[in-house]
């Protein structure tokens, strides 16, 4: 079963509104990444934040890490219709080497 | 090279038939990922390689399922017999070295039809 679970699972807003979306985990964690996915096919990695961060800026993009109570979340500002993709969290877990991936959130952002 | 790459890209199959998947990672990636994903879902770890060390094969849904990587070049997915809750797309991703905060390039993925 997947770790992460992302919540909404599907979000639609217009242009120019900002996207939140969380995910949240049930274990430790040496990292949490976000993932965008077009149209079913590969990844493509947005940013990383290492457990002893609390918040991550990349552009229009923001990110929080909250770890007592397992949770991140990821801030879209200033929507665009090319924004429009499925967001995934993943993490990876303390002694593993492998990143867990949760369900996704798609996003629908209208012009 | 370019990215991960991966073939085919699409792949229609029967019932009981084995089907093999490619994956070309990133020159110089150490460590090589394999993961399922069903219609609408998320990722589903199969396997791992990273170098010469024994790959982690926890994620292997069945005994149908085996992946090998010949050094740090290309690895094969090989599904036995197929079934047809096979279905999905099978993403390949890459890291450089065996750095946790190193992010994973992944490949388009093959789509992968039994019927």
């Known amino acids: 079963s997947q770790q992460g679970e992302e919540d909404p699972q599907a979000l639609s807003i217009q242009e120019g509104e900002n996207a939140t979306m969380n995910c949240s985990y049930k274990t430790s964690i040496n990292n949490l990444q976000w993932y965008r996915q077009n149209s079913g096919r590969g990844l493509v990695h947005l940013i990383l934040i290492r457990s002893n961060e609390r918040e991550k800026h990349s552009g229009r993009l923001r990110v929080t890490l909250d770890t007592s109570k397992k949770s991140s979340s990821l801030l879209i500002t200033a929507s665009r219709a090319a924004d429009t993709a499925s967001y995934f969290c993943a993490t990876d877990r303390v002694n593993t080497d492998k990143l867990i991936f949760g369900t996704g959130t798609r996003l629908q952002v209208f012009p | 090279g370019a990215g991960v790459s991966q073939s085919p890209s699409n792949k229609v199959t029967e019932k009981g038939k084995d089907v093999e998947l490619r994956c070309d990672p990133i020159?110089?990636?150490?460590?090589l990922y394999w993961y399922r994903q069903r219609l609408g879902q998320g990722l589903e770890f199969l396997i791992y390689?990273?170098?010469?060390?024994?790959?982690?094969k926890s994620g292997l849904p069945s005994d149908r399922f085996s992946a090998e990587r010949t050094g740090e070049s290309v690895s094969t997915l090989t599904i036995q017999r197929t079934q047809q809750e096979d279905s999905a797309v099978y993403l390949c991703a890459s890291r450089s070295g065996n750095s946790i905060y190193n992010e994973q390039f992944f490949g388009p993925g093959t789509r992968l039809t039994v019927l």
């Open positions: 020159s110089g990636h150490t460590a």
């Open positions: 390689f990273q170098g010469n060390s024994a790959p982690d």
